[in-house]
């Protein structure tokens, strides 16, 4: 059965270095220092190592739990039909169009971008590894809107650096649309490992192969709002403090930011990074709230609602899907030529990172009312007190940054867009799909 996919194209907090006055106060100044840089020394010491011991001291066999979770099958590429595909779906049909290769490309953003960008004329082939981490049907149902709207998903893992190489001689790709990681805040206290798989080495590994490639590709790439982690600032603002991260995967995702920059300064690659404030809607991911909760209250079971400490409300900025496309093709359209020649820096660069919310905290028991009518269900709330498992209690994003560099301008509300991802759900699983256990 054929679904709707519908796309709308309509559009370092920097520390003082407390720098002593006089003479006189250097040893306090210093000792001040010193033990303000104590976390911050703390976690890129406990990252470091634990990617090099994740890289170079594990053994095969420890892979072995982790290998169902990345990959589903064996990946096969290469020859002249699998050539013939990729320059087919990298062809652009627009007269200012681009050829963008897009990571991720079966995920819930990457599927929605890579129609976006297909639809508008680009030149679009995707990759994927089509791991398990969630529902692969939904993966492959996603590559199935992908084929029919002309964009081929190679199937790969963007770890394999012969693979890269090999997209890159086929098609002189002029962008790269990085969407392609490891998600989930709690995931990662069951499987680290993954983490810095995907969103670490596997984003080097990218980069890598694009600070080589004859031109070198704009990249633009998904970060997470994440990387606010404790930050009790509010709006998020590009410019607020990134250092106390609140889980491994919003470590990742800093880390992503930090490695951005060192490629950008070394080799010149133009870099975009984008912080996505809780992303949803149709063909999402069931590993989020409102995916779950939708699922369990159809089937009268309970659903657990986190509060902060003292009854504390959890809030999120909750941002629809098609203003998030709106958003990374906004960031693509505005991103400057990387600088770079031969693997070697012929100029400065561009390195720029975004905010893409929607600037409307909504409480999460709110967001449960909505569901509850939507589904003329009745919820069965079980309120727990937030268990520390990475989550934070609040996201609110300033995106002022973003609305002045590219027009961004997210217009859907939580209403308009859980209605719509109601709608699909219903539509998706009442045709004999079955959600998960």
């Known amino acids: 059965m054929t679904h709707s996919f519908h796309v709308f194209l309509s559009e370092r907090n920097n520390y003082d270095m407390d720098i002593p006055s006089s003479p006189g106060k250097f040893k306090m100044d210093k000792r001040t220092r010193w033990h303000k840089s104590l976390p911050k020394l703390a976690f890129w010491s406990i990252l470091f190592f634990g990617v090099i011991y994740f890289l170079f001291f594990r053994t095969p066999s420890s892979f072995s739990s982790d290998t169902s979770r990345r990959s589903l099958r064996t990946y096969n590429y290469g020859g002249a039909a699998w050539e013939k595909k990729v320059r087919s779906s990298a062809k652009v049909t627009s007269k200012n169009g681009v050829s963008v290769l897009v990571t991720g490309a079966a995920g819930f953003v990457g599927s929605h971008v ?18 398990d981490y969630y529902d692969p049907m939904l993966k492959l149902g996603r ?17 394999d650096p012969t693979l890269l190489k090999k997209l890159f001689e086929v098609v002189p790709f002029t962008h790269v649309m990085h969407l392609a990681a490891q998600a989930g805040v709690r995931y990662a206290m069951e499987n680290p490992g993954s983490y810095v798989h995907s969103n670490i080495a596997g984003f080097v590994n990218l980069l890598e192969v694009c600070k080589s490639a004859e031109p070198q590709p704009a990249i633009v790439w998904a970060s997470s709002s994440s990387v606010y982690g ?28 930090e490695i951005a920059h060192t490629y950008n300064h070394i080799y010149g690659l133009s870099l975009t990074g984008l912080r996505f404030f809780t992303v949803y809607g149709p063909w999402g991911r069931p ?18 609602i986190f509060e902060g400490p003292n009854h ?16 990374c093709l906004g960031a693509l359209d505005t991103a400057e030529k990387s600088t770079g020649s031969g693997g070697k820096k012929r100029g400065t660069a561009q390195l720029r990172v975004f905010n893409l919310g929607n600037t409307s905290p909504v409480p999460v028991t709110d967001l449960v009312s909505i569901l509850e009518r939507l589904l003329k269900v009745k919820a069965k709330r079980n309120v727990m007190k937030m268990p520390r498992n990475g989550d934070v209690q609040f996201t609110h994003a300033n995106i002022s940054y973003a609305k002045k560099e590219f027009g961004y301008k997210p217009t859907t509300d939580l209403q308009t867009g859980l209605k719509k991802f109601v709608r699909w759900y219903v539509n998706y699983y009442s045709a004999g799909k079955k959600a998960d256990e």
């Open 114 to 131: 890579s129609i976006a960008l297909k639809r508008r004329g680009d030149g679009v082939v995707g990759i994927d590894n089509f791991n």
């Open 143 to 159: 590559q199935a809107l992908l084929e029919r709207t002309g964009v081929f998903i190679v199937e790969g893992d963007i770890n």
């Open 230 to 257: 404790l930050n009790s600032k509010v709006p998020f603002s590009e410019k607020d403090r990134t250092d106390q991260p609140a889980s491994l995967y919003a470590a990742t995702k800093k880390a992503g930011e």
């Open 287 to 304: 590993d989020m709230a409102y995916f779950f909760f939708t699922k369990d209250i159809l089937r009268g079971k309970s659903i657990t």
């Open 312 to 327: 504390g409300t959890v809030a999120r900025d909750f941002t629809y899907i098609d203003d998030i496309v709106r958003g």
